[in-house]
């Protein structure tokens, strides 16, 4: 994951686009819904971040439900029954989090972060997506 180039953009915008990352989308699709009914105008910074953390929680809510059938079934194989254990095992030094919980928590502090801070990041294969429906290149 890589920032793009820096712009300048409002204080609320980078909230709300910061914002949006740590609530899973909520609350960039509110504003989105407040942005049409006062008829504004979303400026193309807020779009991609509202965008960007709306994909990234439905493709993180579809993952976690395919992981959890796929643990399902590994639950029964013997001897492959402990990878599920390792992968959801609480880490001490970590705060008692999990390995994926960890890379989940640094991946939406850095989205947060560097949108707070007036950056696009960079998702690899999503923000391209987002930037091919945006019209942004």
Request: charged letters at 5%.
């Amino acid at each position: 994951m890589t920032c793009l180039n820096q712009h300048n953009v409002s204080l609320i915008e980078r909230i709300i686009s910061s914002v949006s990352y740590l609530t899973a989308g909520m609350a960039g699709f509110v504003w989105l819904i407040i942005g049409a009914v006062l008829k504004k105008q979303v400026t193309p910074f807020l779009m991609y971040h509202i965008l960007q953390s709306i994909f990234l929680s439905i493709a993180y809510f579809i993952l976690v439900e395919l992981s959890k059938l796929l643990f399902i079934i590994l639950y029964k194989i013997p001897l492959i029954n402990t990878i599920p254990y390792f992968i959801n095992m609480p880490l001490p030094l970590m705060y008692n989090l999990s390995i994926v919980q960890v890379i989940t928590t640094a991946i939406i502090l850095y989205l947060a972060i560097t949108s707070f801070i007036g950056m696009y990041s960079y998702v690899p294969y999503v923000s391209d997506i987002i930037n091919s429906n945006t019209g942004r290149r």
